[in-house]
């Protein structure tokens, strides 16, 4: 969608460490047909590994290999037709690291492709370890949109996603029937604290009651939980119409609380949901299961 980049005698991916002089990124990526993003480099290497076991792959999935080794900006590990991608917390991390990866997908001459973010969130209302499919993104003040500065002006961007992957997505959900999957508005915000309404930061600049009332309107504006990346995600996917989808597990329930105090063990086996899920959708897509 960038007309400058035809004219560009080279294009270096600069945070994967990957350029087109460099690397014959047709012959790398050519092939990748399923996008898996998530925040932390740890979880996606160990997303990669599930992966190639689930996709019954030969060989051993000890030995995948970060492709960005160049950098630490982020992990990306290829697995089959399946890229998984770390994009670090908030939009600003993974905007860069989305425009990085469009280009690729794009010199890699790559078609049909699906992009998913699989991450963790605050729920609303709902159990601890519940799974939310993104219906809508919306900002702070739940509208669908995304409002970036470029050239020192407000552009706003739709955050629509695409409804029959969500749906697809929602149904591999209920066939697993360890935990609870949903489909409901994703509320996208810039900060963890009190962006987020909580109470818990090194600053707080608002009342018990009225954070209650803003979670309570957020539930009301179909908000079902929170993070910090699915706007920019939602919006970026949408101008390059790249089909999207956003699969987040609830940590904790705001009602609640602020503080993510749940055992380790059970936070990883909450982290391994949206991987479970998207796993099962791959595999339908590629005609495994
Ligand atoms: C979910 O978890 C992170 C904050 O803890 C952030 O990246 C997000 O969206
Ligand atoms: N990630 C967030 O952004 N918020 C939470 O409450 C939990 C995880």
Request: aromatic residues 8%.
């Amino acid at each position: 969608m960038n007309p400058h980049l035809a004219s560009m005698p080279e294009d270096f991916l600069y945070h994967f460490a990957l350029g087109t002089k460099t690397h014959d990124l047709q012959a790398m990526f050519g092939d990748v047909k399923f996008v898996c993003v998530g925040g932390s480099a740890n979880r996606m290497k160990a997303f990669g590994q599930f992966i190639h076991g689930e996709l019954g792959l030969n060989g051993d999935s000890s030995d995948i290999r970060d492709i960005c080794e160049g950098t630490d900006r982020y992990c990306m590990y290829k697995i089959g037709p399946v890229l998984s991608i770390s994009h670090g917390m908030g939009v600003p991390s993974i905007s860069i690291m989305l425009h990085e990866l469009i280009k690729l997908l794009h010199h890699a001459k790559c078609r049909d492709v699906i992009i998913i973010r699989m991450g963790t969130s605050g729920g609303i209302g709902l159990e601890p370890g519940t799974v939310v499919i993104t219906g809508t993104a919306v900002d702070s003040f739940f509208q669908p949109q995304f409002e970036q500065i470029i050239l020192g002006k407000v552009i706003t961007h739709s955050t629509e996603l695409d409804k029959d992957l969500a749906l697809l997505l929602l149904n591999c959900g209920q066939e697993i029937p360890d935990f609870q999957t949903i489909i409901g508005n994703t509320m996208c915000t810039h900060d963890f604290y009190e962006g987020q309404g909580r109470l818990d930061g090194a600053l707080c600049s608002f009342s018990n009651k009225e954070k209650q009332e803003y979670l309570k309107n957020a539930y009301e504006a179909g908000v079902r939980n929170i993070e910090m990346e699915s706007a920019v995600f939602a919006a970026m996917c949408h101008r390059c119409d790249l089909k999207a989808a956003v699969v987040c597990v609830t940590l904790l329930n705001r009602l609640d609380g602020d503080q993510i105090t749940t055992p380790h063990e059970v936070l990883v086996e909450y982290q391994m949901r949206p991987q479970k899920l998207v796993s099962r959708f791959m595999k339908q897509q590629l005609e495994l299961l």
